[in-house]
């Protein structure tokens, strides 16, 4: 362990770990938040370098906390790709978009918290609807399988595009994750969100989308229910009035869509422009449910594809206010620049006023700014180019509060962008969550965890964890809280450094 090495957190081997994690190889990291305050750390190792460890993280149900994991990949020294994990429940049943075509494939982690053997069972449905493969197989009591679509135990023959449904016999962590191999043959990923049937609206919103000057934007809709969806994308600026924009050779601000029960569909801008356009998109249902909506972001610089990211749709009604967790760094000799940035869209037909707050991780305020938004508007952008927060000290770290008391609604994406070592830039999106909703509701074995976590041959991971929910109704931080972090895998001790 280096000494010099700044300790936000403490490595220890757990004396009193939760019932359910006896008889593992098990590691812990102690947290406590502040008021207001967030927990980050980024464990990675030289210990590793020629091997690849994998494991999962757990945090015991009984600390009220959120957060994600950072998995980040390195190819000789430069920054390829990196993925936020959210903090998740586990789950019996699930459903996510899966691809394996081309140079695309799909992945899964899956972790069995179980003291009994688990039999999952899974589901690959096409487009169009219909099932063309299914399969079960069994995992061992607290065992774990990671693989893609056409690796053991699926066996999947591409191409391929529609659906993964599982259910298992016990509670498990899942976390899907998308892959690419790049012109420059370098593996990209980015994690995918579980298409969750426990909600229905008639309409959904992306508060961003970018076409043009390297980017693109896919839209998957997926039909979850037992009925025919139908309904249209619609497409507008940043002014809220509609843009066209071009998907296999058409050109319209708004796209009908009919999918069949357990359908799901893709929707691609062209990005043939030579500068970036930017908007939001309502997907709309004809009647009660529209179709579930995700939305995944490419950037490609001098024909090489150097960046994806996915996230799902909100709902209309997302609330006003959101929080997430942000970073603004300078690059230096030993650090990358990075920056978190957000989209934000006003639901109302009035305008609104959101203030930004930032908190430092120790719950102190960092910064506060303000944007005025018309009816229906729009905006992106960092947080040092939010009005009042063009002087915020850096580094920071902490959470980032948006604000809307007298707006209807406001929709929000997060996202982080990193230069690397070649200028390329990295972008992933950050969870972001509002208060008085909630996350899925927690099962009762395996609180909330990560799935899959990575150290060794380029691979490391940062953890954040906050209290949920972060603040209350009012805007008011929750109470100091502490708890740990259990990881459960082969990962020596003393082979972390933790920063």
């Keep these: 362990m280096n000494p010099g090495v700044r300790r936000l957190g403490v490595l220890l081997l757990v004396a009193s770990v939760p ?52 998995l980040r990949y390195r190819s000789n020294g430069v920054l390829v790709t990196e993925a936020a994990e959210p903090l998740s ?46 399969g079960e197989f069994e995992i061992p009591r607290f065992g774990r399988v990671t693989a893609f679509l056409h690796e053991a135990p699926f066996n999947m023959e591409g191409p391929f595009e529609g659906t993964l449904t599982f259910t298992s016999t016990t509670f498990v962590y899942v976390l899907p994750l998308r892959g690419i191999t790049n012109e420059r043959g370098e593996f990209l990923f980015t994690t995918l969100p579980m298409v969750e049937s426990n909600y229905f609206s008639s309409e959904y919103v992306i508060p961003h989308f970018a076409d043009g000057g390297g980017w693109t934007t896919q839209v998957v809709l997926v039909n979850d229910q037992s009925s025919v969806a139908a309904g249209t994308l619609n497409w507008t600026d940043s002014d809220g009035q509609p843009i066209s924009v071009t998907i296999n050779n058409t050109t319209a601000s708004s796209f009908a869509y009919t999918l069949p029960p357990g359908g799901s569909a893709r929707f691609e801008t062209a990005g043939t422009a030579a500068t970036t356009r930017a ?26 594809t150097v960046t994806e990211a996915g996230a799902m749709a909100n709902f209309p009604s997302f609330g006003q206010a959101a929080y997430f967790y942000g970073q603004v760094r300078d690059a230096d000799s030993t650090t990358l620049a990075s920056q978190t940035g957000f989209a934000v869209l006003n639901l109302g037909p009035s305008a609104t006023t959101v203030t930004v707050q930032l908190t430092n991780m120790d719950g102190t305020v960092a910064g506060t700014g303000a944007l005025t938004l018309q009816g229906r508007q729009r905006t992106s952008l960092f947080l040092t180019q939010v009005p009042g927060l063009e002087n915020l000290s850096k580094p920071f770290r902490g959470m980032v509060q948006l604000l809307a008391p007298n707006s209807v609604g406001i929709a929000v994406l997060a996202l982080r962008g990193t230069t690397n070592e070649r200028g390329d830039y990295v972008l992933s999106t950050t969870p972001s969550f509002i208060p008085r909703q909630n996350l899925p509701a927690l099962s009762n074995f395996g609180g909330t965890g990560f799935a899959h976590l990575a150290f060794g041959l380029g691979y490391s991971s940062e953890f954040v964890v906050f209290s949920y929910p972060f603040m209350d109704w009012l805007g008011r931080p929750n109470p100091a809280n502490s708890g740990n972090i259990y990881f459960v895998g082969p990962v020596n001790k003393s082979a972390l450094r933790f920063e």
Aim: proline share 3%.
């Design 19 to 70: 019932a359910w994690l006896i008889g593992q190889q098990v590691n812990g990291i102690a947290w406590s938040l502040a008021p207001g305050g967030v927990f980050a750390v980024t464990a990675s190792s030289q210990f590793y370098a020629n091997e690849l460890v994998t494991g999962y993280g757990t945090v015991p149900s009984d600390d009220a906390v959120a957060g994600m994991a950072v």
């Design 89 to 134: 429940p586990t789950r019996n049943q699930g459903r996510f978009y899966a691809r394996l075509q081309g140079n695309v494939n799909t992945g899964i982690a899956i972790t069995s918290t179980s003291q009994l053997p688990t039999t999952f069972a899974y589901s690959l449905v096409d487009t169009s609807g219909a099932t063309v493969k299914t």
């Design 279 to 304: 908007g939001s998109v309502r997907v709309a249902g004809a009647s009660f449910s529209a179709a579930k909506a995700m939305v995944l972001f490419s950037y490609r610089r001098d024909g090489i």
